[in-house]
């Protein structure tokens, strides 16, 4: 999105607490990714528009989009997977000091092992929130059908790859052709598969926003 108009859109977002903008600032100051506003106000429309009690987010990071997530809707719970050690003492420590009522649980480790793992214990959850490893989406994507409820949206983050996508692979830097070739693929799946119906959106990075089919999964 233009920077000019992503700034001016901002400006309707309801004000967050000061916290969250020193752990974003930090969090930029120390190179790591966290949402954008735009997208975490997108994320809050979803959680109050669809009553969402249960949460699971895959890439914490430092607990900034779990945070704005339980500052956005004050009865959610939030399960949220992260493998990086540094991040988890991060988000361990934000959590400690903001997460006052308890909401967020940090699970750590491998997100394919988790996921699995939930899966086996047949967890269920009404939103799902995708920044992770973008060349295993469309893996973590078929965990996420078994463990939302139907009708449960999934919401993927960061699917334009700051523009990448919309190149040739070959017109793509060597290193970042299999995540440009993998998000292709990812986006085909989910704006073709008849599990989901989804629409992608040209907020922050780019959100593809998929609806678990009902109909074939009451």
């Not at 001016?8 to 966290?34: C, G, N, R």
């Not at 890439?59 to 900034?64: K, R």
């Not at 994507?141 to 790859?161: C, H, S, W």
């Amino acid at each position: 999105m233009d920077e000019r108009m992503e700034v001016f859109l901002e400006t309707f977002l309801e004000e967050m607490p000061e916290y969250l903008t020193d752990i974003e600032f930090k969090a930029q100051k120390e190179h790591v990714p966290v949402i954008r506003r735009l997208t975490g106000g997108v994320l809050i429309f979803f959680l109050r528009a669809f009553n969402v009690k249960k949460v699971l987010e895959i890439g914490t990071a430092t607990g900034y989009s779990a945070l704005y997530m339980a500052e956005g809707k004050d009865d959610v719970l939030i399960d949220t997977i992260e493998r990086v050690p540094g991040r988890i003492e991060q988000a361990k420590d934000n959590f400690n000091k903001y997460d006052r009522k308890n909401r967020i649980n940090l699970i750590a480790g491998d997100a394919l092992n988790i996921l699995k793992e939930l899966s086996e214990k047949e967890k269920k959850y009404d939103l799902v929130f995708m920044d992770a490893s973008k060349g295993q989406y469309k893996i973590f994507a078929e965990y996420v059908l078994k463990l939302l409820n139907p009708g449960g949206v999934m919401i993927t983050d960061n699917v334009m790859q700051e523009g990448e996508i919309l190149e040739s692979r070959y017109a793509v830097s060597r290193r970042n052709r299999t995540i440009h070739t993998r998000m292709r693929e990812y986006l085909y799946y989910i704006t073709h598969s008849k599990d989901w119906n989804t629409m992608i959106l040209p907020v922050g990075d780019g959100i593809a926003v998929s609806i678990k089919n009902r109909e074939r999964w009451q």
